[in-house]
């Protein structure tokens, strides 16, 4: 029983093309996350949604643009792909009250060409 | 503003050789601080966390002391393993649920 699942999990594509990545949790959160790891292994938080509101937003171009379905749900939508793309994104759920631990998802390669 | 410095990889042991691996933060508030792990292809996993000044966390042999005189949340082990090759990530946590990583710390373990 998986609690944070991505699809697909290799996701290789041309310069200019749009694409979106799945994430779902059947942990009953109401908190979800997208983050992004370069080559560095840097992560950095892009976008968290809670109750289907967006409520970080940090500096990523307006390409990037989540949809969250349900609470169960936050997709990953990103247009007109870039060289500098090319990263692992990791989605993850958390419950909104107290410091709860963040679980994650097992990660999509997205190689953009 | 909230940061996390962790030290530089990567990190080379021989098996059941001692581990250090140094975190500091700079936080605003009173942040709970965390040690996250990334084995090779897999997703991060909690590895351990501590949610005030003094408290330690521990599991699997790691363990992790909040020193809030010192802003600093180091991982120790006591006997590495092969299989504890990995990345290891320091992180904090602020409200709102914000996490903030370090650069992530990459151990190797040969035997």
């Known amino acids: 029983d998986t609690a944070v699942s991505q699809t697909p999990k290799y996701l290789v594509t041309q310069m200019g093309n749009d694409k979106s990545i799945k994430c779902e949790q059947n942990?009953?959160?109401?908190?979800m996350y997208w983050y992004k790891q370069d080559s560095k292994k840097f992560l950095k938080i892009m976008f968290s949604?809670?109750?289907?509101?967006?409520?970080i937003n940090e500096t990523v171009p307006n390409r990037f643009s989540p949809k969250s379905p349900d609470k169960a749900h936050l997709n990953l939508h990103i247009n007109s792909l870039e060289l500098g793309d090319s990263a692992v994104y990791f989605c993850?759920?958390?419950?909104?009250?107290?410091?709860?631990?963040?679980?994650f998802g097992p990660g999509t390669r997205l190689t953009v060409l | 503003g909230n940061s996390v410095t962790q030290m530089e990889g990567p990190v080379t042991l021989s098996e059941e050789a001692f581990l250090t691996i140094n975190c500091t933060y700079t936080a605003t508030g009173y942040p709970s601080l965390f040690w996250y792990v990334q084995y090779p292809g897999e997703g991060l996993q909690l590895l351990l966390k501590a949610t005030k000044a003094d408290d330690k966390g521990s599991n699997k042999g790691f363990e992790a002391t909040y020193r809030k005189e010192t802003t600093s949340f180091h991982l120790e082990k006591g006997s590495v393993q092969v299989s504890d090759s990995a990345v290891y990530f320091c992180a904090l946590q602020t409200g709102a649920n914000n996490l903030f990583f370090g650069t992530g710390t990459r151990l190797t373990v040969i035997p």
């Open positions: 949604y809670n109750n289907k509101e967006l409520i």
């Open positions: 993850a759920s958390s419950s909104l009250t107290g410091y709860n631990e963040q679980f």
């Open positions: 942990l009953g959160h109401d908190t």
